[in-house]
């Protein structure tokens, strides 16, 4: 799919979550969060859904939470318009609470078919909710900073994951915004990982017959450079700390 085609797909699935009344959640929000970021990355961010911040503004990560990620990011060299940012669930469970099964079950064509029009080599869960949609049964304590192959059930398709702490607990706690920082350094390699297995994938599916050899893309850690136009700054904060987000 062109950049063009994967931006338009994007759209018309966020048009959609707009106008969702799939679950009960649509019934508290202000506005659905359906996700923004690059539609040419390799790498998607997939946090819990909308805190009070994110539902106001419709988009993701745009509270304290998402000022660290933004730090985060920014510790690898990375921006927040490299990558693509969204959510297990798109619009704010009331009072921040843990969205139930049944709305993460309504909403998760969504996140299935962004994931394929993205068709990312590496997605990165923020907290254990997240990770608990990408890794079944894995345990945030041990697989944080850690990759296993997605469940393709999920929407990724021969991605990898890597498990990282959600922002809003590194807020928390000191200790997990150190191993959080350091969970992050890991992220290049995973992606270095994650597009070695693809390559190899691809080139299991059409080698056999003597094709003229194919030339490696050059590896480069750091994801293209596309800062999406629709991406303005951050607006600034505007609500107490403990009102902020979910993990
Ligand atoms: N927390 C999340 O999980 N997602 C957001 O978009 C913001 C905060
Ligand atoms: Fe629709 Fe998802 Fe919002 Fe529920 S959370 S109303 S399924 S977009």
Redesign the pocket.
């Known amino acids: 799919m062109t950049d063009a085609g994967r931006r338009a797909a994007l759209e018309a699935i966020a048009a959609e979550v707009r106008d969702c009344t799939r679950c009960r959640l649509h019934e508290g929000r202000t506005r659905a969060?359906p996700g923004e970021g690059n539609p040419d990355t390799e790498v998607v961010f997939v946090?819990?859904?909308?805190?009070y911040?994110?539902d106001r503004l419709g988009?993701?990560?745009?509270?304290r939470?998402?000022d660290l990620l933004v730090r985060l990011l920014g510790s690898i060299g990375w921006r927040r318009e490299d990558v693509f940012?969204?959510?297990?669930v798109k619009c704010r469970p009331p009072d921040n609470r843990d969205p139930e099964p049944d709305e993460i079950a309504a909403c998760a064509p969504y996140l299935r078919r962004q994931l394929e029009v993205l068709d990312p080599a590496l997605v990165v869960t923020?907290?254990r909710?997240?990770m608990g949609r990408f890794m079944p049964g894995a345990r945030i304590s041990q697989s944080h900073g850690t990759v296993r192959p997605a469940d393709p059930a999920i929407g990724a398709a021969g991605a990898l994951v890597y498990a990282l702490y959600?922002?809003?607990a590194a807020l928390r706690s000191a200790e997990v915004e150190r191993t959080s920082f350091a969970d992050m350094a890991g992220i290049p390699g995973a992606l270095l990982d994650a597009r070695g297995r693809r390559e190899a994938a691809r080139a299991t599916a059409i080698t056999p017959t003597a094709a003229a050899p194919v030339a490696a893309p050059a590896v480069s850690t750091a994801p293209p450079a596309a800062p999406l136009a629709a991406l303005a700054e951050p607006p600034p904060d505007t609500v107490p700390d403990d009102q902020?987000?979910?993990?």
Do not use: W
Request: zero cysteines; proline letters at 10%.
């Open positions: 969060v946090g819990e859904g909308p805190g911040n994110e988009r993701p990560f745009v509270g939470a998402g940012i969204t959510n297990v923020l907290g909710h997240s959600h922002p809003a902020l987000t979910l993990f």
